[in-house]
């Protein structure tokens, strides 16, 4: 999510102007709860002494949607449009976990000057939300890599370090390949070494954690990598698959990115460190075949690249305004 807003106020879309109130922070209890004070009062604030034309709004579950769905509302009493854009991929599930969730996400979807928007038609589908935009996540400027400069055996995950992000599987995974006499090694971002999952592991089992990584770092993995896996039970349209395909770096991934990697990537059905090392293994045996998937990368993000989504946007935004004069 901070990627796509990163990318908003990175690229604006052609005619506007971009600007962002962060209602989040990593750290204690406090400092999220007096972050959040600090965002709505500064968005209050704004709504009155210098109201903008649109507010884009990017929520997940839990208190990030209990954050968002008062900013909508601070913006409906304002009388502004509303872009809400929904990113978490198991969005649907909270909704039927959590009936006061879902019945206030139908309520404010239904107001005329809200806008919700998912990352890819299976997200819209799962939502249950028929008058859903569909406008996914940002992918580089195209920037193929010629294969031949890449390490099939390097395969790495960018994610952070929740269960449902599939580190363990993963892991599970070079281990099973490892042991079969393939010589992978698999690099982690946003996990320590010292992290419960990994610490009694190391470069000499073929796992590399690597903490928090800059932009240069990631960059570089990606330029270098052989494989890119997202084991995720859940995702609404990665970054990191839109990075990885927009370069020419091949995706594993579950059934969570089905209808994203077009011919640049391969889903795996289910969730067994087996059937992920069988796949792996398939196109490490087969090189003719991962130079295709290489190749096909940067076709399948074609309508993710700057231009195209601020395209995209430009005609949401302005749609938004025309329907809140009506």
């Known amino acids: 999510m901070q990627a ?3 990318h908003h106020l990175k690229h604006p879309p052609k005619g506007w102007k971009t600007d962002s109130i962060n209602t989040h922070v990593d750290g204690s209890v406090l400092a999220k709860i007096n972050t959040w004070r600090h965002a709505k009062k500064e968005l209050s604030n704004r709504l009155k002494n210098n109201p903008p034309d649109v507010v884009h709004i990017h929520t997940a579950t839990n208190y990030s949607w209990w954050r968002k769905l008062r900013a909508v509302k601070m913006c409906i009493t304002a009388n502004i449009p509303i872009i809400l854009q929904v990113h978490a991929g198991n969005f649907h599930n909270f909704l039927q976990d959590k009936s006061s969730a879902a019945r206030d996400f139908t309520n404010i979807v239904s107001h005329k000057l809200v806008s919700p928007v998912a990352l890819t038609p299976r997200h819209k589908e799962e939502i249950g939300l028929s008058k859903m935009s569909v406008i996914g996540s940002p992918a580089p400027s195209i920037k193929q890599i010629d294969p031949s400069n890449r390490d099939r055996n390097m395969l790495i995950l960018l994610a ?3 269960p449902i992000k599939g580190h363990r599987l993963a892991i599970a995974t070079v281990q099973n390949l490892r042991e079969r006499g393939h010589a992978v090694n698999l690099h982690l971002s946003g996990i320590s070494p010292s992290h419960q999952w ?6 000499e089992d073929g796992i590399h ?4 990584l800059s932009g240069n770092e990631k960059n570089q993995l990606l330029d270098k990598a052989g494989l890119l896996l997202i084991p995720s039970k859940y995702e609404g349209m990665p970054v990191s698959a839109m990075e990885a395909l927009s370069c020419g770096l091949p995706v594993i991934a579950s059934p969570a990115c089905d209808g994203i990697l077009g011919e640049g990537g391969i889903i795996v059905e289910q969730f067994d460190s087996n059937l992920w090392a069988d796949a792996i293994a398939e196109i490490l045996n087969d090189e003719e075949k991962w130079r295709e998937l290489s190749l096909a990368g940067p076709k399948a993000v074609v309508k993710q690249t700057p231009e195209e989504l601020g395209k995209q946007w430009a005609e949401l ?5 025309k329907e809140a004069s009506i």
Do not use: N
């Open 317 to 321: 935004y302005d749609k938004s305004l």
């Open 4 to 6: 796509t807003i990163h």
């Open 209 to 212: 954690a690597r903490g928090w």
């Open 198 to 203: 990994v610490h009694k592991l190391g470069s």
């Open 160 to 162: 952070r370090p929740s």
